[in-house]
């Protein structure tokens, strides 16, 4: 009777196991092409991505760089103060999408130009995307909106 109870607990055990082991590598099938990185300019140029890979760009849309052409499709360029890259973008930008603002884009590396299918902008005067300051503040470039200036 020991045993039988002692086998049987063995293949409950390794039932999970393998029951775990199975959902794991589907999830991990499933969450293959919706993990995007972020990169700032300056990390494209060091390191370009693999063809086709979908990535996030973020800095600050370069003031004097942003060019409405016809139909949707809209350039501009990034920088992240040290490199700047090109991006196109076809379809309605954010309202507050402005030059000088933080701009986070998904898409990928396409002849050089980043070719954006989703971009999103700040909401409010003081907000950045937490990876864009981060960016900024490796390049020595940001400055924050709340710090008050000495008097």
């Keep these: 009777m020991k045993g039988l109870k002692k086998t049987r607990r063995i293949q409950i055990i390794a039932l999970a196991f393998v029951a775990l082991a199975g959902s794991t590598a589907l999830i991990g099938y499933a969450m293959r092409d919706g993990i995007n990185f972020f990169r700032a300019p300056a ?45 196109a973008y076809t379809g309605v930008l954010p309202d507050l999408f402005k030059e000088g603002q933080g701009m986070i884009g998904t898409g990928k590396m396409v002849d050089g130009v980043f070719e954006a299918t989703e971009i999103l902008a700040k909401h409010d005067e003081t907000y950045m995307p937490k990876e864009v300051i981060d960016a900024l503040k490796e390049q020595g470039v940001y400055e924050d909106p709340n710090k008050q200036s000495g008097s």
Aim: proline letters at 7%; aromatic letters at 4%.
């Design 43 to 87: 990390q494209v140029v060091a390191d370009p991505p693999q063809m086709d890979e979908v990535f996030r760009l973020g800095g600050l849309v370069e003031d004097g760089s942003l060019v409405r052409g016809q139909g949707e499709t809209i350039t501009f360029r990034v920088t992240d103060g040290a490199e700047s890259i090109p991006v």
